[in-house]
């Protein structure tokens, strides 16, 4: 079975500091990822996702991430972050051959300090 | 846009009580989740139905069932309420075939059982 492993909680960053969320997954087959983001008071919305093709996949908002398959990550970075970024970040997966159920992590809080 | 929107933001109700939450989305989407969110847990699925009538068990379906009598509308019910019970549920839905795999979620409901 496949699961998704969040190794921070919490993440406190200054204004204009770059940033890297962890993920790792596991699976014996094929995945997809996504990274979601939920701001407070709001359900969650998709970020960004890696489906094939460049492993390097970016949002409209100056985050990316990158899929190592030989490292089993999906990592998500900023290099400059804006107060408006503050929000938990969820990663998830989901199997090629199961593609409606996405398994998420358990999610990583951003907060930025002015 | 797509939208999904949940029947209440906030609910309070007493233990032993019958609970129902609703969950509408208006773009024909055939899948709907129903998970729950709690902290350090991420989102863990309860139900999910991939056409209307037809639903299947998630990791956590004990104490819970769903109807989906249309294919806009997913209910998720509660036939007794408990204090573990006690978390935000979050409402999805997405396209069996799109091949992007997203899924869109409503705001969430945050319930709290006395």
């Known amino acids: 079975a496949q699961s998704v492993t969040q190794l921070d909680s919490q993440v406190p960053v200054f204004e204009e500091a770059p940033v890297e969320l962890r993920c790792n997954y596991s699976s014996s087959v094929s995945v997809y990822l996504f990274w979601y983001v939920q701001y407070p008071n709001q359900g969650l919305q998709l970020l960004l996702k890696y489906l094939s093709g460049s492993t ?4 409209i908002n100056g985050f990316e991430a990158e899929f190592n398959k030989s490292q089993t990550s999906f990592h998500l970075r900023k290099p400059s972050v804006h ?6 970040y969820f990663c998830a997966v989901t199997l090629y051959s ?17 | ?32 989740f129903w998970y729950r969110q709690d902290p350090g847990l991420g989102l863990r699925l309860i139900y999910f139905s991939y056409d209307v009538k037809m639903k299947e068990k998630g990791d956590i379906p004990e104490g819970y069932s769903v ?4 294919k806009e509308r997913f209910s998720l019910i509660l036939e007794s309420a408990s204090t ?4 935000m549920y979050l409402c999805a839905s997405s396209l069996r075939t799109s091949g992007s795999y997203e ?3 409503g705001p969430g409901t945050r319930l709290t059982v006395t």
Do not use: W
Request: proline share 1%; glycine share 4%; net charge neutral.
């Open chain 1, 56 to 59: 390097l996949v970016e949002s």
């Open chain 1, 83 to 88: 107060i408006s970024d503050t929000a938990e």
């Open chain 1, 98 to 114: 199961s593609a409606s159920k996405i398994i998420f992590g358990s999610g990583t809080r951003l907060s930025i300090r002015p």
């Open chain 2, 1 to 32: 846009d797509v939208k999904v929107t949940q029947s209440s933001r906030y609910l309070v109700k007493r233990t032993g009580e019958k609970v129902f939450l609703e969950c509408v989305q208006d773009m024909d989407h055939e899948n709907m």
């Open chain 2, 67 to 70: 109807s989906r009598e249309k």
């Open chain 2, 84 to 87: 573990n019970q006690t978390s």
């Open chain 2, 103 to 105: 899924q869109y979620f």
